[in-house]
T-cell receptor
Framework: GIQVEQSPPDLILQEGANSTLRCNFS?????LQWFHQNPWGQLINLFY???GTKQNGRLSATTVATERYSLLYISSSQTTDSGVYFC??????????FGTGTRLKVLA | GAVVSQHPSRVICKSGTSVKIECRSL??????MFWYRQFPKQSLMLMAT?????????EQGVEKDKFLINHASLTLSTLTVTSAHPEDSSFYIC???????????????FGPGTRLTVL
């Protein structure tokens, strides 16, 4: 099956710092998305980004489908950004395959 | 917006007992729901697809006799972990696809998860 690797696996930032999270996939994927899983476990949909670039406040994402990667940028990080960030794609109708995740901790 | 709820949010049980987890779509109907499992510090893995009115379909390696899924109505799917053991301790998350027009890109709605601890 398609492998989805995320880097870095763990990241610690000081509040206010910027970061880039990367998602590499081994083959073409459909419906690539980025999720934030907060410390209580809730998954929050950040971006639907099969290609191109999108921005939402301090977050932005870019997917280069031809090169099989996607990036999530977090600027001016806040402690509430802590949690785990997953990229995921759908296999068949609605079945999500999740990446390995990046665990982010933002220190005050 | 559409909401998916799960109950209970956390449960602790003794080894050998069975535990039922409910997943509800609160303001929409879902003929299909999905169950995921997440071990500590790991990613989410799809366990099974729950189909209203028919049998669930399980992913490779998931024991259907251990993880019983019942989708008895258009708003409720249940996952029963039978004869639970400590290795079944995990975070279980359900999801449901949105009804037409409710999500811009058909992204799913995820429940808040159920944390199961088997002693």
């Amino acid at each position: 099956g398609i492998q989805v690797e995320q880097s870095p696996p763990d990241l610690i930032l000081q509040e206010g710092a910027n970061s880039t999270l990367r998602c590499n996939f081994s083959d073409s994927v459909n419906n690539l998305q980025w999720f934030h899983q907060n410390p209580w476990g809730q998954l929050i949909n950040l971006f639907y980004i099969p290609s191109g670039t999108k921005q939402n406040g301090r977050l932005s994402a870019t997917t280069v489908a031809t090169e099989r990667y996607s990036l999530l940028y977090i600027s001016s990080s806040q402690t509430t950004d802590s949690g785990v960030y997953f990229c995921a794609f759908t296999s068949g109708t609605y079945k999500y395959i999740f990446g390995t995740g990046t665990r982010l901790k933002v220190l005050a | 917006g559409a909401v998916v709820s799960q109950h209970p949010s956390r449960v602790i049980c003794k080894s050998g007992t069975s535990v039922k987890i409910e997943c509800r779509s609160l303001d929409f109907q879902a003929t299909t729901m999905f169950w995921y499992r997440q071990f500590p510090k790991q990613s989410l893995m799809l366990m099974a697809t729950s189909n209203e009115g028919s049998k669930a379909t399980y992913e490779q390696g998931v024991e259907k006799d251990k993880f019983l899924i019942n989708h008895a109505s258009l708003t409720l799917s249940t996952l029963t972990v039978t004869s639970a053991h400590p290795e079944d301790s995990s975070f279980y998350i359900c999801s449901a696809p949105p009804p037409p027009g409710l999500a811009e890109h058909n992204e799913q709605f995820f429940g808040p998860g159920t944390r199961l601890t088997v002693l």
